[in-house]
């Protein structure tokens, strides 16, 4: 009896411990597809004049792209209508109308899916929810968006090859979790070129995609070096140099329909830039969208601009462009992550 005893303590504490970890394990896979969302709200609301302002706003188009693309496709459900088929999908934005209730905005995490990002809106009335939206509706799509970066972050390390990445990684001083299917293009001194070529077909004909990312640091010596003016002469100096295209033609940045974008970011305890725009192939018509990640790294000094490219003229360019910045995001100084 006294073992027995002994042993239901034991299996007791480990449940315990696990319980949540196990919980987790439990949930099903996410349902959806990349840059959706499913929008529950009152079955009364959708009929408002407000609602058409809500979905203007949730449809925003991501900036720096050639064409219009919205950075989420909505999903428009009922309150009533929110049955288990919605319950398990990557992304939700549950809007809640009561005047019983407090108006503020939660997040949590795998509530009915793993890796799935639950966000609630509550508001005391529809004036309130519109206040609301003005003020953190940005904030919101960013969390979705992140969490969309997240997510791909993970599914390269699941399916991208260690080996790989372990000889980039000692390439450019720092760990990266690269998509499965990058080459090495290009690799000097300062400069890296991963390039990702396939054909998809479209219309009978098969299309060429391409996605790039570029890797390149110089030495670290002033704060002018992280104006928004230098970061796009150096990357204009570097992909003249390193990047050419047919008839030698080069890449560069394109700011003929649409100024670049500079937004603050941070790379670990340090504040970094976030860059989106066009770039173009000089002497050639040839050009797409870029995203850019430029930080400071103490560990040897250097400042490093981590620079996807996606090329797919037929298609739409976000998806793709998604995956790149994914890439770049996944970068740590090598001592961060071996401490995770």
């Known amino acids: 009896m006294r073992l027995n005893a002994l042993a239901l303590l034991i299996i007791s504490i480990l449940l315990f411990g696990c319980g949540e970890a196990s919980r987790k394990n439990l949930l099903p896979r996410n349902t959806g597809n990349l840059g959706e969302i499913v929008v529950i709200a009152p079955d009364a609301f959708w009929n408002l004049s407000e609602a058409d302002v809500f979905r203007k706003q949730m449809n925003k188009e991501m900036y720096g792209l050639p064409q219009s693309e919205r950075i989420f496709h909505c999903v428009e459900v009922k309150k009533s209508g929110f049955k288990d088929l919605f319950k398990t999908h990557r992304n939700i934005l549950n809007v809640q109308i009561d005047k019983g209730l407090e108006n503020k905005v939660s997040a949590r995490r795998e509530i009915h899916s793993r890796q799935q990002l639950y966000i609630t809106i509550n508001a005391k009335s529809v004036q309130d929810l519109t206040a609301i939206i003005e003020e953190r509706l940005d904030q919101i799509l960013q969390m979705f968006h992140d969490e969309e970066t997240v997510r791909l ?20 001083d720092l760990d990266i979790i690269i998509q499965d299917g990058f080459e090495v293009a290009k690799a000097t001194e300062s400069f890296l070129w ?20 570029m890797v390149y640091w110089r030495p670290y010596t002033d704060t002018n070096q992280f104006s928004d003016s230098s970061l796009l002469a150096w990357r204009n100096d570097v992909t003249k140099e390193n990047v050419e295209g047919p008839q030698k033609s080069y890449m560069a940045v394109s700011e003929r329909f649409l100024l670049p974008y500079v937004t ?43 620079d996807g490219y ?8 976000l998806p793709l462009l998604r995956e790149v910045e994914a890439i770049a995001k996944s970068v740590k100084s090598r001592s961060a992550r071996e401490v995770e």
């Open 153 to 172: 972050i993970d599914r390269n390390k699941a399916f991208g090859k260690a080996e790989f990445n372990n000889n980039i990684a000692n390439t450019i």
């Open 194 to 213: 991963l390039r990702l070529d396939r054909e998809k077909p479209l219309g009978g004909y098969q299309h060429q995609l391409s996605q790039g990312l």
């Open 264 to 306: 603050e970011s941070s790379f670990e305890d340090g504040a970094a830039k976030e860059i989106r725009g066009l770039w173009r192939m000089e002497g050639y018509f040839m050009g797409g969208p870029f995203y850019s990640y430029s930080f400071y790294n103490p560990n040897n000094e250097m400042q490093y601009m981590v």
């Open 310 to 317: 996606v090329y797919a003229p037929q298609f739409d360019k």
